[in-house]
T-cell receptor, first 117, second 113 residues
Framework: NAGVTQTPKFRILKIGQSMTLQCTQDMNHNYMYWYRQDPGMGLKLIYYSVGAGITDKGEVPNGYNVSRSTTEDFPLRLELAAPSQTSVYFC????????????????FGSGTRLTVV | DQQVKQNSPSLSVQEGRISILNCDYTNSMFDYFLWYKKYPAEGPTFLISISSIKDKNEDGRFTVFLNKSAKHLSLHIVPSQPGDSAVYFCAAGFKAAGNKLTFGGGTRVLVKP
């Protein structure tokens, strides 16, 4: 059972280049997320999706785009890379929250470490 | 604004003793709270959650306590083991918002043998 798979694991981009971070999950989760983690900081939400064809902005969406054409895949597109986008990017997926309260939690991928120079 | 805050960046504890990690939040409307553990070069892994209608949840060596009046939650790890050495994040979310989570900045725990 692979869970959440992110590719690539590492990437160096030049300023102004573009790239797509890939994320796929095999748990049939409807909900998917992209977070970024800057050094010594917590995770900040970039975009999320509650199902195929539905996406919405998180806390830090500027400079990014997403699409969700299938339940399994949720790619993150960086256009015109900037040094401020140097970060570790995590994709995650989840079930909806429990009806009785509490939460099943997210399953995270292992991350993509991106450096923009 | 930081709605979820972990004020202690690091914690050192002896193997076998209790680790207590703290987290404060500002929004009293959060529906649930979660704790995650993260090793270097890996994604965070889910540890335990608690609904806002509860004040305690236990799972093996991990117990989370919620004090709503103080807007404070804590994670107790008993007994601490060297494999618990990691960064721990608390997070909070709303049911009606796509299960989005707001994360604290993390606390690095070192368990000394």
């Amino acid at each position: 059972n692979a869970g959440v798979t992110q590719t690539p694991k590492f990437r160096i981009l030049k300023i102004g280049q573009s790239m797509t971070l890939q994320c796929t999950q095999d748990m049939n989760h409807n909900y998917m997320y992209w977070y970024r983690q800057d050094p010594g900081m917590g995770l900040k939400l970039i975009y999320y999706s509650v199902g195929a064809g539905i996406t919405d902005k998180g806390e830090v969406p500027n400079g990014y785009n997403v699409s969700r054409s299938t339940t399994e895949d949720f790619p993150l597109r960086l256009e015109l890379a900037a040094p401020s986008q140097t970060s570790v990017y995590f994709c995650a997926s989840s079930y909806p929250p429990k009806l009785t309260g509490g939460n099943y939690g997210y399953t995270f991928g292992s991350g993509t470490r991106l450096t923009v120079v | 604004d930081q709605q979820v805050k972990q004020n202690s960046p690091s914690l050192s504890v002896q193997e076998g003793r209790i680790s207590i990690l703290n987290c404060d939040y500002t929004n009293s409307m959060f529906d649930y709270f979660l704790w995650y553990k993260k090793y270097p070069a890996e994604g965070p892994t889910f540890l335990i959650s608690i609904s806002s209608i509860k004040d305690k949840n236990e799972d093996g060596r991990f117990t989370v306590f919620l004090n709503k009046s103080a807007k404070h939650l804590s994670l107790h790890i008993v007994p601490s083991q060297p494999g618990d050495s990691a960064v721990y994040f608390c997070a909070a979310g709303f049911k009606a918002a796509g299960n989005k989570l707001t994360f604290g900045g993390g606390t690095r725990v070192l368990v000394k043998p």
